[in-house]
């Protein structure tokens, strides 16, 4: 089975850091392309981050550009996100997924998140 | 940017009606990456429909999905007591993510 495994998520201070970690079992993650997705209390979806199967391409929502980054370690089946300036904007509950080729690119596979709270 | 707008944002409904979801987009789109997701309270979301059309794996018949350009439908053909959730349309547009703010399918 596939599975996601978010951590490090926790209380901060605005102008604070985290860095969040995705586990990934069950399929060959070096094959995949990768995201982190926000969900503010009680609030939709939103797209942070999107991150090639190498490494080498990393996209960002212009809310978090220059702020966050997102990164892999495929020999040990991480996903990442470096965190800082963080502003109570940030704070919701964080998905990774997984984006699948064979769905089209869509995100077939999604863990059940790690919450950011930021707050005075 | 893209903005995908859902209608309504909440669907009041008795089991075994069906339900039309509506996903209008600020540009056309291509359906290949257009895709449903349903997220019930205290879940993460489970992918429906890509394509615009094709059900993903386990996902029963009685949803289907439409749509072209700018205007997107996932039908529920006859809603079961698990089906009550929330619905997001998504379209990923070049190297960047797009999600609609979800329509509430709620019991009447």
């Known amino acids: 089975d596939v599975h996601l495994t978010e951590s490090g998520g926790g209380s901060v201070h605005p102008g604070g850091s985290l860095r969040l970690s995705c586990g990934a079992s069950g399929f060959t993650f070096g094959n995949y392309w990768m995201h982190w997705v926000r969900q503010a209390p009680g609030k939709g979806l939103v797209w942070i981050s999107r991150?090639?199967?190498?490494?080498?391409?990393?996209f960002y929502a212009d809310s978090v550009k220059g702020r966050f980054t997102i990164s892999r370690d495929n020999a040990n089946r991480k996903l990442f996100l470096q965190m800082n300036s963080l502003t109570v904007e940030d704070t919701g509950l964080y998905f990774c997924?997984?984006?699948?080729?064979?769905?089209?690119?869509?995100?077939?596979?999604w863990g059940q998140g790690t919450m950011v709270a930021v707050s005075a | 940017e893209i903005v995908l707008t859902q209608s309504p944002g909440t669907l009041s409904l008795s089991p075994g009606e069906s339900a039309t979801l509506s996903c209008r987009a600020t540009?056309?789109?291509?359906?290949?990456?257009f895709s449903w997701y349903q997220q019930k309270p205290g879940q993460a979301p489970r992918l429906l429909i890509y394509?615009?059309?094709t059900r993903a794996a386990d996902i029963p018949d009685r949803f289907s999905g439409s749509g072209s350009g700018t205007e997107f439908t996932l039908t529920i053909g006859s809603v079961h007591p698990e089906d009550f959730a929330v619905y997001y349309c998504?379209?990923?547009?070049?190297?960047?993510?797009?999600f609609g703010a979800g329509t509430r399918v709620e019991i009447k």
């Open positions: 540009q056309s789109l291509s359906s290949s990456y």
């Open positions: 998504h379209h990923q547009y070049g190297p960047t993510l797009s």
């Open positions: 991150l090639n199967t190498d490494g080498s391409k990393t």
């Open positions: 394509g615009a059309s």
């Open positions: 997924a997984r984006e699948d080729y064979n769905s089209l690119d869509a995100l077939d596979a």
